[in-house]
């Protein structure tokens, strides 16, 4: 993969416009996801991914092979999605929400026998729901959880997108978690 | 106050980077308290439900979309491309380039004085009123006989090619050329006349 990856960048970066293509095609959803996840509606996402390869084909000269792709496009979409947000509304803290969960419920016991829940069927208001509670964090924490959990990518590879030191990434995976927690526990 | 401490152990774990001792410290806390337990469930819900989030599409005329919005590669580019996808014709033209300069270049330095190349100079006969360079009866030239700005009367024998570059070549009833004889003129003659010399230095011939 990694590979067929490297073969299509050079090609692309020699003016291939079919390989150009490929790369869209290998991309387009996954950056796609990512712009949807952080701005949490279908235009803005498809226009943010649209600039992202629009970005990539003009920058293609400047991308240095020796870093996966995926690392550089990855921190294109991710930048564009928080300078976007940046203009349209401002942050939210997230440093206060972060407390301790008590009291019991017994939802979480029932939970506990969900195998994979993945599996289980996603009803449009759980979709909602987590897209709530993910646009309620901070731009920072949010590309960061995606990155983690929908794009299902390493610690390190997000720390080599976003260039902050992995102990940073887990300081924010921690918060994130926190903080969706509180969101969902009574989901 | 323990639990606290546990709360950064939960992460380690989620993270799939928790030591064994701190691990087995993790689980035995766990088995007697009920909050750690829960909050430990709480926060991998919370990560199921983010995962499960459904993988939504980006529209199929995407690709279509960004194409549209590249912009279209100038005539330069287009050609360079082109050049660089056709490597073997992109080396002919340059050859050809070079060698028409060249093969032109000898044309036009040319000077009007009457120049011979022959391997017998001494049994030639020079003609400086009329220009003209004469092989007698009963001489032998071996090799090629090349005359500049002048004619070439033959009237004995040469072993080889007889060339008159802006002249002629007259042959006598007597005269015997083992190759050919030839009178070039005009330009395109002369250029026909170095490829084809090419031509027989790259091809060897056996006689």
């Keep these: 993969m990694d590979f067929v990856e490297k073969r299509l960048t050079q090609r692309a970066k020699r003016g291939d416009r079919e390989a150009f293509a490929e790369l869209i095609e290998i991309y387009k959803d996954k950056i796609f996801q990512l712009a949807y996840r952080m701005v949490g509606n279908r235009q803005d996402a498809e226009d943010i991914a649209q600039e992202t390869f629009l970005r990539v084909y003009a920058n293609l000269h400047t991308?240095?092979?020796?870093?996966?792709?995926s690392t550089w496009i990855y921190r294109i979409a991710t930048n564009l999605c928080i300078d976007r947000g940046r203009k349209k509304r401002p942050d939210f803290s997230l440093d206060e929400e972060v407390e301790p969960?008590?009291?019991m419920d017994w939802y979480s016991r029932l939970s506990s026998n969900e195998k994979n829940p993945a599996d289980s069927l996603v009803t449009q208001?759980?979709?909602e729901t987590v897209q709530d509670a993910l646009s309620h964090l901070a731009p920072k924490y949010r590309s960061i959880m995606i990155l983690r959990y929908i794009e299902d990518l390493s610690l390190q590879e997000i720390s080599d997108i976003v260039k902050l030191p992995v102990t940073t990434i887990k300081t924010r995976i921690h918060r994130g978690r926190e903080a969706l927690r509180s969101k969902l526990r009574f989901m | 106050m323990e639990c606290r401490e546990m709360s950064v152990l939960i992460h380690e774990f989620l993270d799939g980077e928790i030591d064994e001792l701190s691990?087995?410290?993790?689980?035995?806390?766990?088995?007697?308290?009920?909050s750690c337990r829960q909050h430990l469930q709480e926060l991998q819900r919370a990560i199921a439900f983010v995962q499960s989030a459904s993988h939504i599409q980006v529209s199929p005329d995407f690709t279509a979309r960004v194409f549209a919005q590249l912009p279209t590669p100038t005539r330069k580019k287009r050609f360079s491309s082109w050049l660089r996808n056709h490597p073997f014709l992109t080396a002919a033209a340059v050859f050809l380039f070079l060698m028409t300069g060249s093969t032109m270049?000898?044309?036009y330095e040319r000077d009007n004085t009457l120049q011979i190349a022959s391997?017998?100079?001494d049994k030639l006969k020079i003609d400086r009123t009329r220009n003209v360079v004469v092989v007698p009866a009963g001489t032998t030239i071996d090799g090629d006989l090349v005359v500049r700005n002048g004619n070439v009367e033959v009237q004995g024998e040469v072993r080889g090619n007889v060339v008159a570059i802006e002249g002629k070549v007259v042959l006598a009833s007597t005269a015997h050329v083992a190759g050919s004889a030839e009178s070039i003129e005009a330009i395109f003659e002369w250029i026909w006349y170095e490829v084809k010399n090419i031509g027989n230095d790259l091809l060897p011939v056996f006689p």
């Design chain 2, 119 to 121: 391997s017998n100079m």
């Design chain 1, 101 to 103: 969960g008590q009291g």
């Design chain 1, 63 to 69: 991308y240095d092979e020796s870093y996966k792709f």
């Design chain 1, 125 to 127: 208001e759980l979709q």
């Design chain 2, 105 to 107: 270049a000898n044309w």
């Design chain 2, 23 to 34: 691990n087995q410290k993790l689980q035995t806390h766990m088995r007697t308290c009920a």
